[in-house]
């Protein structure tokens, strides 16, 4: 195996992730019969803890919405608790919000129903859930605590002094230097009871949050190594939500494993190679899986450079993840795209400008970012301003979309329905997941156009990646956004 | 608990007192009455707010259930308040002679007792809402604010008692009513008891040790200072049988009112309220401890505890282990054992939706040495237990 740049190869943990990096919110356009929908999830920081739902109806005649969480398969699907009615918005008859439990790990699903003048329309939204971080108590609540909990203490203390030098005492009689020695005493025996129980309860909490700190989400490993022009991608698993002893194996419901990832638009695994710090090349790409958590990749021509890498998965349940490693590249001269791969190279971020709202692509072609009624929507153009005829379907979808952080502390990879991935919204349909929608394409022609249901998570500036096809040509426009 | 008994030798002389006093009823003040129903709503409300969670899951604070535990964390606040400010600042109350003194503060103990405990009650309501906040955690009883309510119950029900027990034993007349009375607090107390071993006593793990070590800890206290106090022959058997009532009514009524799970993921269908687990058989050893101690009263307090230690946990493991037996049998699974009732978020993989007993890891001689341990606990708990009811016996404040 050839070290990486004379080195060892480069491996860095992940960081906090799911299906994306740092995006957790969950963004879907979808039909639920005749109406169509923009749902939002806002899933909870904690689990169980509450997730927030908005949804938008772009159909009119909506009366009612209703929206139950579900396991996306497995027992928990089976049966439905009671749907929550959703609240309409007093001014936008067409905006509905509510709040669901989500009170285990693992992949759920919300599954809305409409009821309006065009009858009933149900839409299933896959959601991930996991504990992202626990609260810290605020000062507040914190010092209302701790004086109540000193009361309670010096209380009892107090308690136990005067039960054993007055409550034996006759009404009316005085104690005794005797009363008020045994009181005394007490006194002294229940404070260092009390305070022993004061330190065993925090250490008991001490340890009842590591325990919970075990159940924060950890995504799955990456280490990335190069053999020549192949890339290997090892997967490890840091003990999240495993099953390793009896009684885990009785009650975890929902588990994480390696050997049961399925295709997501007719690949296991979709790769976004970005370089570092420019984010000025990237490459689209879909290793092999060889073997269970092992995937390897004869990498295409690619310029030397610091990349990260972005790994898309899909576990069998519906629930995706984002694997983040980094590695240096070095200077790679082998095969060129092909099949599904595209690629891209722009200015780096930091010499372009966010008001770019044209970019021109390697063959003439031109990608427009309309920045219209819908923030990111996109539209293709031969060189002369004219549509193209050959609009092809890319992995099964009008468009692929990766919004990224210039700091590195985002990534999402964004469809033209949303953030959800396809083999999830395929489970949550009852489809089976691995369908393959490569060969999928449609008789009637295609829109130049695209658009994704995205909002950015945090200020700060990012680089959107998008991409759309033509004839046999996967087009990468790049673009520039301050939040 | 029809006859208060004499009782005679060192076991305890304050029985003997009452009983031979006059036949006049002692009227029971309005703070004590007042103080077991705060402990009756608190337990109504416990269970009721556990197959709340059981049937329901997480729901709004304002449910009925938790309205009727924190009824009682507000009744004492209240009521206890307003005695200890009276009894403090009135110039005229009667039980200013009968007081302790706390933080410059005078009443009866008691009231003191179960203004703590309401006040912990109260207490635990934040900070039970920012750990679900911060960590989520809810499906189990026994986490740190969870088990600050508890001893805020704890801390009502016990001051009810030595309330009950100061005015009785200032009192010069009949103490049959509250005698009655202490054995209901006492079955109470039993039940409150129960609720914080439910988790390690479910049926899965009655052919494990913990069970045996819990039940050897905690209701032995209650049982002996119950038969100490009032001098009742069956008092430990009264008790225990409050218990089986209370949760066998459990199962017989929760299931009559309709409910459905509001959370998900459902794994069992719930179509009304689940009620708890069959009760332990404690009755069976505690008939006997009461057979016992009423030949054995004047023996040494350390003898008599080492001997209902062993009698306590070698009886109840005797009838205890074949039962669960049984409860695991599709011959239970009816609508007096309970055993078909499942919690609605119940993995279908769980011990308990498949009748299987949690296995045990221990060697037979491992589990024995455990039960010597059980057995050692229980002698600790019965001692403490007479020394506690013994001391009440005393009080007269």
């Known amino acids: 195996m050839k070290p990486l740049r004379l080195g060892a190869p480069l491996c860095l943990l992940a960081a906090l992730a799911h299906a994306h990096v740092g995006s957790p919110d969950i963004y879907l356009e979808g039909k639920a019969g005749p109406y169509q929908l923009f749902v939002t999830v806002r899933p909870p920081l904690t689990i169980p803890g509450v997730a927030e739902l908005e949804v938008r109806s ?85 010092a209302m605590l701790s004086i109540l909990g000193l009361f309670l203490v010096s209380g009892l203390v107090a308690i136990i002094g005067a039960a054993s030098r007055e409550a034996k005492l006759d009404s009316g009689q005085q104690p005794a230097p005797a009363n008020l020695r045994s009181g005394r005493k007490a006194t002294i025996i229940g404070a260092i009871i009390l305070l022993a129980v004061v330190w065993g ?14 159940r924060i989400y950890k995504p799955l490993q990456m280490s990335a190594t190069l053999n020549g022009a192949e890339l290997s991608l090892q997967m490890r698993e840091p003990g999240w939500m495993q099953a390793n002893n009896v009684r885990l194996a009785a009650y975890r419901v929902f588990t994480r494993k390696m050997d049961d990832l399925v295709p997501d638009h007719g690949h296991i695994m979709h790769l976004y190679v970005i370089r570092q710090p420019g984010l000025d090349a990237v490459y689209h790409l879909h290793p092999e899986q060889k073997e269970n958590g092992v995937f390897r990749l004869a990498l295409p021509s690619i310029a030397a450079g610091l990349y990260k890498l972005y790994a898309d998965i899909v576990h069998a349940n519906g629930f995706p993840e984002t694997m983040v490693a980094e590695m240096d590249l070095p200077p790679l001269s082998s095969r060129p795209l092909t099949g599904d791969d595209a690629a891209a190279s722009a200015q780096p971020w930091q010499t372009s400008s966010a008001a770019n709202t044209v970019f021109t692509l390697p063959d003439g072609y031109k990608m427009e970012w309309l920045r219209g009624d819908k923030p990111f929507a996109f ?29 590195g502390t985002v990534f999402a990879h964004i469809h033209p329905n949303g953030s959800v991935s396809m083999a ?31 909002r950015f998570p945090s200020p700060g500036r990012y680089r959107i990646f998008v991409q759309m096809k033509h004839g046999a040509t996967v087009e990468t426009g790049v673009f520039d956004a301050i939040h | 608990m029809a ?25 029971i003040p309005w703070y004590i009455w007042c103080a077991t129903v705060a402990a009756t709503s608190a337990t109504i409300g416990g269970y009721w707010d556990i197959s709340w969670h059981e049937s329901i899951g997480r729901d709004t604070f304002w449910t009925p259930a938790h309205m009727a535990i924190y009824l009682c964390g507000v009744l004492a606040g209240i009521a206890f308040g307003y005695l200890i400010l009276h009894t403090t600042f009135a110039k005229s109350s009667p039980l200013a002679a009968s007081s302790v003194h706390i933080f410059g503060f005078r009443a009866p103990l008691g009231a003191f007792i179960a203004s703590w405990g309401g006040i912990a009650m109260l207490t635990s309501a934040p900070f039970d809402n920012w750990w679900h906040d911060a960590y989520g955690i809810d499906v189990k009883i026994v986490s740190p604010p969870h088990i600050l309510l508890i001893a805020g119950v704890y801390g009502v029900v016990i001051g009810t008692l030595v309330l009950l027990a100061g005015h009785m034993n200032r009192s010069e007349s009949s103490h049959a009513a509250g005698n009655r009375l202490i054995l209901y607090i006492n079955g109470i107390m039993l039940v409150q008891i129960m609720i914080l071993l439910m988790e390690s006593t479910e049926r899965i793990y009655l052919h494990s040790l913990l069970p045996y070590i819990v039940t050897a800890a905690l209701p032995p206290i209650v049982l002996a200072l119950s038969s100490r106090l009032t001098g009742y022959r ?7 049988a409050f218990y089986m009532l209370f949760r066998l009514g459990l199962i017989l009524l929760l299931p009559l009112f309709p409910a459905e799970p509001k959370l998900g993921p459902v794994y069992q269908q719930v179509t009304h309220f689940i009620p708890p687990d069959f009760p332990l058989l404690l009755i069976v050893p505690a008939f006997a401890l009461d057979l016992l101690w009423q030949r054995t009263k004047t023996w040494n307090p350390w003898k008599l505890a080492t001997l209902s230690g062993f009698v306590w946990v070698s009886l109840f493991l005797a009838v205890q282990w074949p039962f669960a037996t049984f409860l695991m049998s599709p011959a239970s699974r009816n609508w ?4 078909a009732y499942f919690f609605y ?35 600790l708990a019965f001692r403490w237990g007479i020394a506690r009811g013994e001391w009440l016996g005393k009080i007269k404040r």
Request: hydrophobic residues 45%.
């Open chain 2, 336 to 339: 007096f054992f309970g055993t």
């Open chain 1, 424 to 454: 999830a919204m395929m489970l949550a349909s009852g489809m089976p997941p691995g369908m393959d929608h490569s060969a999928m394409n449609l008789a009637e022609t295609l829109p130049n156009a695209v658009s994704f249901p995205y």
């Open chain 1, 58 to 142: 772009e159909s009119p005649g909506v009366s009612e919405m209703r929206a139950v969480p579900l396991a996306m398969a497995g027992a928990g699907a089976k049966f439905a608790p009671i749907p929550d009615s959703l609240k309409v918005s007093p001014g936008d008859p067409r905006f509905f919000t509510g709040s669901l439990w989500m009170m285990t790990s693992g992949s759920w699903q919300v599954r809305l129903t409409v009821d309006g003048t065009q009858g009933q329309g149900v839409l299933s939204v896959p959601v991930p859930a996991f504990a992202r971080s626990s609260k810290r108590m605020d000062l507040g609540l914190g």
């Open chain 2, 234 to 240: 069956f008092a430990a058997t009264s008790v225990t």
């Open chain 2, 345 to 379: 978020a119940l993995p279908p993989t769980s011990f308990m939706a498949r009748n299987v007993f949690y296995p045990s890891s221990l060697t037979p001689v491992e589990f024995s040495l455990g039960i010597l341990c059980a057995v050692l606990i229980g002698t």
């Open chain 1, 201 to 214: 309860g925090n250490a008991w909490w001490n340890s009842e949050a590591v325990d919970y700190s075990r």
């Open chain 2, 3 to 27: 006859t208060i008994p004499a009782q005679s030798g060192n076991l305890a002389s304050f029985p003997q007192t009452r009983v031979h006093a006059s036949e006049k009823t002692a009227a």
């Open chain 1, 379 to 407: 539209r293709l153009t031969k060189s002369d301003g004219s549509v193209p005829s050959d609009m092809s379907l890319y992995m099964g979808m009008l468009g692929h979309a990766a919004f990224v952080k210039t700091d």
